[in-house]
């Protein structure tokens, strides 16, 4: 036999991207189930249709690209986009939504900057956000916990947008929309006079608890470091609690912030994508507080019903400019004076 | 015990020790040929001081090392030098370099060698002699000439030996440390008594317990009260055996970017190192063996091999029954950081300190790879706490700048971002690349440098000289005016020439002005006369005109103070030579004359004659007289056309001007 000649290592971990993205795909089991339990069969449709989506834009743009399909496609990162999207879209979407989120996050917000890797934004977000500027009715129309429909009148809901008794007997407005939107009333006023909010803060907490579990997983098999989360929550969690000290009664509290709308499954899902974050481990921790202030701003102050498409697009754009002002210093240029001189 | 530090990143690679340490060292038998290179080491390269044909025994010098950073090789064997030539190195790129090549006799006879029972008994300047003389050079990997380390001028606190040999597949350090433990100890007493005593830490991995309690076994027995000698265990993390990263888990200490562990009062040394130091000075053998791993699943007789550096890979693969057709990649050194090669002609040299044949399937398979998406994993992983993913995008844009902003130099290519890497790039070949280019550009640059400084350097001579010559001609016409001044003292009626010049200049100038008051009383001219007038005075114009140039340009060189009124003169001459110029025309043209086509006419009467006559003479001579009578009539034609032409042309003129036209 021929002998070769390569560069070493000739070892590797035979670790594959492919397998981290599966990983990640398993780890939103917890808060998918935890959804569907509350709110129906929505986002499981979504999440079908919008895999299939994805892979066939993947697919079209890698062919049009003249990219090897096949590699790409089984590296599971357009399946991550899907996952992503569908989670985050209302259970009432319909299926034109996904499409329109699907197919510009896959063909604009990642193919046009290069494909995986390369793309500056996080394609979900980006989907995501075109969505809530453009249809911004369709993007609030939250599914309700007290009644949830069959499969068969989602099914319905999901082709015709029209359902046996009117969509407004499944709808009901988010935990956070209800606290933002009554502003007149205290906080507590608003509890007294609305009892939607009490069942929506309980079935958006039970979402955010699996997606913590699930998030756990990720960190305990290495997917990603600690920094960005914890970060995000930690200064997520402070901002809440310090206004909610000051003003209990028109702020809500850092456990109220922490476990409703999209918190959890931005922290472990959507802040740790590497691509469109910081590089190093002070700079993830940049870019966690960063999203984190952010989303209290705009959760207290902005117009929209969540806030961490904005946030995260954001602190994307800021990615770059933290890389290079967090450079970590290598071996040997730590200290310049040895510790030790005088040890025998 | 003492506190064990972590070193940043690293990775746990599975070990397959195993295959390899099982057996105790086996010694190689004689090959038939040595080839040994004459750059082993980091330094010079050293110098053959021998010939082809030549007999050497076994440990006699047959190199000589060149300089304070170079190494001696001797003879591993005793035999006959068969040649000095270029073979193929142990090198990624396997390239060639001159090596002594020994063909054994199987005598295998000692040279007359010098040991030193007890090495405290003799000065240092002796025991460093002795190691240098040995030629010992580092074991582990770089082959750094030992002794340049054991003479540091810094004062050193702490010797660390390396053996804890974190590449995976590798046991020779291991074996070595079961087998010969007692020389071990011996040969860091050496190295402490060098150094004036520092303490020293032995790190070992913990996945090497039977070596561990082999050196504490040493130990035991082994009595010097003025230094201490301490086994650290280290935990298995490769790559804990880099000397950057060893001090750090047994000191704490970061040797400073582009230092050396000697700034921080620290030396390390591989436990072959300190072997050989033993074998140089107790046994007074040189370097000439050393035990070199052969493992992987292609090899039958996987363990570690007692070879005489020099030895061929192929022989030592043939001795440990290798079954080459089991193995496409053959690695020297260890699957993180060892290279293929491909030619088993390659000699094992001082630093090979394992031979993989690993079947394909044991290693990484050859995947392409995927695109980088961020993941981070190789940064967690990188002991020089680099942001390797950067340097990857760096390197592949080539943006070498700003990769070496990002400290590419100090990754020690250890591997283990490849190693993680899910999307399986090289990275580490990337990295040497971006190296590479890097060390291209910087001596490019150098070259450019020195290319401007030479060229500053020549303008800034040419300027001297210049201004050299200046001087010189300052100073000679100094002497010159000095001389004429004196000259002129001794005989004043003679006068400065130019002013002299001048003076006549003046005089003519003042005599032509009065020339045409004396003709206003005249009688009326003839066509003739003025025409003559005129021509005379244009040539008169144009002779003073060139004059006064003439002086001009000498009082200028001179730097005459007359120059500007010689300059004022010419002006007024230039302007007086046109006016007579024009005015002769404008006469010409009143006439009706046509000087230039009447020079043409003549040119070509004169041309014509010329001819005629010269015929004339070539008829008297000529073989071919037939021919030449031809031509004669010809030019005898024209020499009638062109006189006929010219009368013509005159006889048109006003008559009064016929006689100034006679030549």
């Known amino acids: ?344 | 015990m003492t506190k064990l530090w972590d070193f940043h990143g690293g990775v746990h690679p599975i070990q397959n020790k195993d295959q390899s340490n099982q057996l105790p060292i086996n010694t190689m038998p004689l090959p038939k040929q040595l080839i040994l290179p004459l750059s082993q080491h980091i330094g010079n390269q050293a110098k053959a001081i021998v010939a082809p044909g030549e007999y050497v025994l076994k440990g006699q010098l047959i190199a000589s090392a060149q300089g304070f950073i170079s190494a001696n090789i001797h003879a591993p064997s005793s035999g006959f030098i068969d040649a000095i030539e270029e073979r193929t190195l142990p090198h990624q790129s396997a390239l060639t370099g001159e090596c002594i090549v020994i063909n054994t006799d199987g005598k295998d006879q000692w040279t007359k060698l010098h040991p030193v029972s007890n090495p405290e008994t003799v000065s240092k300047q002796d025991l460093l002699h002795i190691i240098q003389a040995a030629g010992v050079t580092g074991m582990g990997g770089a082959g750094f000439p030992s002794v340049v380390k054991l003479q540091s001028k810094a004062k050193i606190h702490t010797l660390v030996i390396n053996g804890a040999e974190c590449e995976p597949y590798i046991t020779s350090d291991d074996r070595l440390m079961r087998e010969y433990a007692d020389q071990i100890i011996a040969g860091i007493s050496i190295a402490q008594l060098l150094l004036d005593q520092p303490r020293c830490l032995i790190g070992i991995e913990d996945n090497k317990p039977e070596a561990i309690i082999a050196l504490n076994e040493a130990l035991s027995s082994h009595t010097n009260d003025k230094a201490s000698i301490e086994v650290c265990v280290i935990p298995t993390k490769y790559p804990s055996g880099g000397e950057k990263q060893l001090l750090e888990i047994l000191t704490g200490l970061q040797v400073p970017h582009g230092g050396i562990p000697a700034d921080i009062g620290i030396v390390c040394q591989n436990v072959g190192t300190v072997k050989a130091i033993y074998d140089a000075v107790v046994l007074g053998q040189p370097l000439i063996t050393r035990i070199t791993t052969v493992t992987g699943k292609a090899a039958k007789n996987a363990g570690n091999y007692e070879v005489l550096i020099g030895t061929q890979t192929g022989d030592l693969l043939d001795f440990a029954q290798v079954d080459m057709s089991k193995t496409s990649r053959l690695v020297m050194g260890g699957p993180m950081m060892g290279f293929t090669i491909q030619d088993t002609q390659t000699p094992l040299i001082k630093s090979s300190n394992c031979l993989l044949a690993a079947e394909d399937l044991e290693l990484a398979p050859i995947a392409d790879h995927h695109s980088c998406i961020r993941c981070g994993l190789c940064e967690v992983a990188c002991p020089a706490q680099l942001l390797p993913q950067q340097l990857f995008w760096f390197a592949k844009a080539e943006e070498f700048e700003k990769a070496q902003d990002h400290n590419l130099s100090d990754c020690i290519e250890c591997g283990a971002c490849a190693w993680v890497c899910p999307s399986q790039i090289p990275l580490v070949q990337y990295y040497r690349f971006a190296k590479g280019r890097l060390k291209d550009l910087a001596s490019e640059a150098h070259i450019a440098e020195l290319s401007r400084v030479r060229f500053e350097n020549r303008e800034q001579r040419l300027i001297d000289e210049k201004l050299a010559k200046e001087e010189k001609r300052k100073n000679r016409a100094t002497a010159a005016a000095a001389a004429q001044a004196a000259k002129r003292a001794a005989n004043p009626s003679e006068q400065d020439p130019i002013a002299a010049a001048l003076a006549r200049v003046n005089a003519k100038k003042q005599e032509q002005e009065q020339e045409p008051k004396k003709q206003v009383d005249s009688a009326p001219k003839t066509h003739e006369q003025i025409y003559k007038e005129l021509k005379t005075a244009a040539a008169i114009t144009r002779t003073k005109l060139n004059k006064t140039n003439k002086a001009l340009a000498n009082a200028v060189a001179k730097d005459h103070e007359l120059a500007q009124g010689l300059q004022t003169t010419v002006d007024e001459l230039t302007i007086k030579a046109a006016d007579a110029q024009g005015k002769l025309q404008a006469y010409e043209a009143k006439l009706g004359l046509d000087p230039e086509k009447e020079k043409a006419l003549l040119t070509d009467v004169a041309k014509a004659n010329a001819l005629v006559r010269k015929l004339e003479k070539a008829l008297a001579t000529s073989l071919d007289p037939q021919e030449v009578e031809t031509q004669l009539v010809i030019a005898r034609v024209s020499q009638k056309t062109s006189a006929n032409a010219l009368a013509k042309h005159q006889t048109n003129l006003p008559s009064t001007l016929l006689p100034e036209q006679e030549q």
């Open chain 1, 1 to 344: 036999m021929g002998l070769i000649n390569l560069s070493s290592p000739h070892h590797h971990s035979l670790s594959q991207t492919s397998r981290l993205m599966a990983l990640v795909l398993l780890a939103t089991l917890p808060g998918l189930a935890a959804q569907s339990y509350f709110y129906g069969y929505g986002t499981l449709i979504n999440l079908v249709w919008a895999s299939f989506l994805a892979l066939g834009f993947e697919a079209l743009i890698l062919y049009l690209r003249g990219r090897p399909i096949m590699p790409y496609l089984t590296d599971g990162s357009a399946l991550v986009t899907a996952f992503l999207l569908a989670l985050a879209l209302p259970p009432f979407s319909p299926w034109w939504l996904t499409l329109v989120a699907v197919s510009f996050s896959i063909i604009f917000a990642k193919h046009l900057y290069g494909g995986l890797g390369s793309n500056p934004f996080n394609p979900a977000m980006v989907g995501y956000a075109l969505c809530l500027i453009s249809f911004p009715v369709a993007m609030t129309q939250w599914a309700g916990t007290e009644m949830t429909m069959t499969f068969g009148q989602q099914w319905q809901w999901f082709w015709l947008e029209s359902v046996t008794g009117g969509i407004d007997a499944y709808t009901s407005a988010t935990a956070l929309d209800i606290m933002r939107h009554t502003k007149g009333l205290t906080l507590s006023e608003v509890a007294s006079s609305n009892p939607q909010l009490a069942l929506g803060l309980t079935a958006s907490m039970w979402v955010n608890i699996a997606y913590l579990l699930g998030g756990l997983v990720l960190l305990g098999f290495k997917v990603f470091t600690w920094h960005a989360p914890v970060a995000m929550l930690a200064s997520l969690g402070f901002c809440a609690g310090l206004f909610h000290m000051g003003e209990p009664d028109l702020y809500p509290s850092a456990s109220q912030h922490l476990l409703t709308g999209a918190t959890m499954l931005s922290a472990f899902f959507i802040v740790t994508d590497p691509v469109s974050g910081a590089t190093s481990r002070k700079g993830k921790l940049v870019f966690g507080i960063g999203v984190g202030i952010l989303v209290f701003i705009i959760r207290s102050y902005g117009s929209y019903p969540d806030a961490f498409a904005f946030a995260i697009l954001l602190m994307n754009l800021s990615a770059p400019l933290i890389d290079t002002y967090t450079k970590p210093k290598a071996y040997g240029h730590q200290s310049k004076a040895p510790r030790s001189q005088g040890r025998p």
